[in-house]
């Protein structure tokens, strides 16, 4: 079983910053790879980026030169930085630990939210 819990979602204007960050509790960490999702209103729930325990990453193409993903493999926590946000980027942020590919489970944090306004 692993849990997963989000924080450092919120409101900001455009072109500003965030970071999110998530912990994660459990067992079997190396064969989960991290990722965040988003859900804006009235959408499907999409990929923003991933990172596996070697720290290769994939990113949408809209988060790609404007968003990073980090993952510290010994305090078990993935976090996802966000710079030049626009309002497009408002969403419920979800933080993900997929281990499907190692016969494992896929796991979901609760959500947080991040809304981009003036």
């Known amino acids: 079983q692993v849990q997963l819990v989000e924080s450092g979602g919120g409101l900001v204007q455009p072109g500003g910053s965030l970071r999110l960050s998530c912990s994660a509790s459990g067992s079997n960490f190396p064969h989960y790879i991290f990722g965040w999702y988003r859900r804006a209103p009235g959408k499907q729930r999409e990929l923003v980026a991933t990172?596996?325990?070697?720290?290769?990453?994939n990113y949408a193409d809209f988060a790609k030169g404007r968003f990073t993903i980090s993952r510290d493999n010994a305090r078990v926590t993935t976090s996802l930085q966000m710079n030049s946000l626009k309002p497009d980027d408002t969403a419920v942020y979800y933080c993900?630990?997929?281990?499907?590919?190692?016969?494992?489970?896929?796991?979901w944090g609760q959500g947080t939210q991040v809304t981009v306004s003036s």
């Open positions: 990172v596996t325990v070697g720290h290769t990453t």
């Open positions: 993900n630990a997929d281990g499907r590919a190692s016969g494992l489970r896929n796991y």
